[in-house]
């Protein structure tokens, strides 16, 4: 390890802290996208007190922007002595919905038994917070460095980043000339590089049917059975098969090493935004919204074709059986190889700091390494970041401090790789 970056770093462990923190109190949470102009404001401010010119950006017509709950996001640089490489460390500040089970305050940060806790901590602010403390302590120690680094703090990652990332890339802040290497600080483990991602689609089948008096069903046809119908088949023709697909990915953990299909939400008949009893209707509607995690070894078009064609042949053999299936989302699957820059210096630094091989893996979900590779065209990035990714989502989230100092050495050590060629 430097030793001059691992004291830098180690004289900034308050200061990161309540950065954290700091970050924490901002209840951003997405849907629908609050306070994230005040949270890219304040990141702003804290990079340019380091030095860095920043922009607030907004993702103007993307999903979810409207003058209410603008999709602001920031983006710092700064440049070294002489022209470089420029490593760009981005993060997205937004985050879930609290839920139930929460034993401390989701946004008050609080600090306890060696861990910060918070909405967000995991996933993935405290691997922000690393990234600034990494970049301030690489330009403190090593102030003639050739090149730049880039810190952005972006929107909308948990509803696919298109209001962030997306947009951004579209702008050219993913794409060279400006940028050469991204590392997104995601909760992957300290020790991992992730590599990438499997693919998902998303998707909404509706049935059909005809509304009727419900006390005489036989005068209508009830969408709802129709799509109990998809659901058995589902369950007995396609999640078995599903099973059956393995992937040679590094996929974590163990079980999203196989296809998978979550049914994300299902709704038929009346709704319940309502006081008092229902109506006695038979449902005219029932919408299932699925969410198909593929694999590299699977082509797209056969993910969607197993779906439709169990839908093809339940609209021969069942009786009135009409659907419409409309497409959501989808993203290819993808890895960045190991011999790229980012890969080799993020290796180097988790080799210095650890003392052993970096565990290489693919996230069971996208990220927005999705939307730097397809629309930037920029393949050297990855995620990188400390947090335990089975904290994410979940009540009482928290990240270790000790895991966001370390990280922060090995993003610092990752930097004087990747800017000056050597450890």
Not at 201 to 219: D, Q, V, Y
Not at 298 to 305: G, P, T
Not at 326 to 351: F, H, N, S
Not at 366 to 376: L, S, V
Request: with cysteine; charged share 25%; hydrophobic share 35%.
């Amino acid at each position: 390890m430097d030793d001059k970056l691992s004291r830098a770093i180690e004289k900034r462990r308050d200061d990161l802290i309540a950065l954290t923190r700091d970050l924490i109190r901002f209840p951003t949470i997405n849907p629908p996208g609050e306070a994230y102009t005040p949270c890219a404001e304040f990141l702003a401010k804290r990079l340019q007190s380091i030095g860095f010119e920043t922009q607030l950006i907004r993702g103007e017509g993307a999903p979810g922007d409207t003058d209410r709950y603008p999709r602001t996001n920031v983006v710092g640089r700064f440049d070294g002595r002489t022209h470089g490489e420029v490593v760009h460390f981005n993060s997205h500040i937004d985050v879930v919905e609290t839920g139930e089970g929460w034993t401390v305050d989701p946004f008050e940060g609080i600090v306890k038994d060696g861990k910060v806790y918070g909405r967000g901590a995991c996933d993935m602010k405290g691997g922000l917070a690393a990234s600034i403390i990494a970049a301030e302590a690489f330009i403190d120690v090593y102030p003639d460095f050739a090149g730049a680094i880039e810190i952005s703090g972006t929107v909308d990652e948990e509803s696919g980043g298109f209001g962030g990332v997306a947009y951004l890339a579209s702008k050219g802040f993913f794409s060279k000339p400006r940028v050469d290497h991204v590392i997104i600080p995601e909760p992957l483990n300290k020790d991992r590089i992730c590599l990438g991602h499997r693919g998902v689609w998303w998707a909404e089948i509706e049935t059909k049917g005809e509304i009727a008096h419900g006390s005489m069903p036989f005068l209508g046809d009830c969408a709802v059975r129709h799509m109990g119908a998809v659901l058995e088949a589902f369950e007995n023709e396609l999640f078995p098969v599903l099973d059956s697909k393995q992937t040679s990915m590094p996929v974590v953990p163990d079980g999203a090493r196989r296809s998978t299909m979550n049914l994300n939400s299902i709704h038929g008949g009346q709704t319940d935004d309502y006081s008092g009893l229902p109506s006695p209707n038979v449902p005219d509607s029932c919408r299932l919204t699925i969410d198909r995690r593929f694999l590299l070894e699977e082509d797209i078009s056969e993910v969607k074709r197993e779906v439709v064609s169990i839908l093809d042949r339940l609209q021969w053999e069942r009786p009135k059986f009409q659907y419409s299936i409309r497409d959501i989302m989808e993203v290819q699957p993808l890895m960045t190889e190991r011999d790229t820059p980012v890969v080799i210096a993020v290796a180097e630094g988790i080799r210095s700091v650890f003392g052993r091989e970096p565990q290489y893996v693919i996230s069971p979900g996208t990220y927005d390494q999705k939307h730097i590779a397809r629309i930037g065209l920029l393949h050297d990035c990855i995620a990188y970041g400390p947090g335990i990714l089975d904290l994410a989502h979940r009540p009482d989230e928290y990240v270790g401090i000790e895991d966001m100092i370390e990280s922060a050495k090995v993003m610092a050590l990752g930097l004087k790789v990747l800017l000056s060629g050597s450890v």
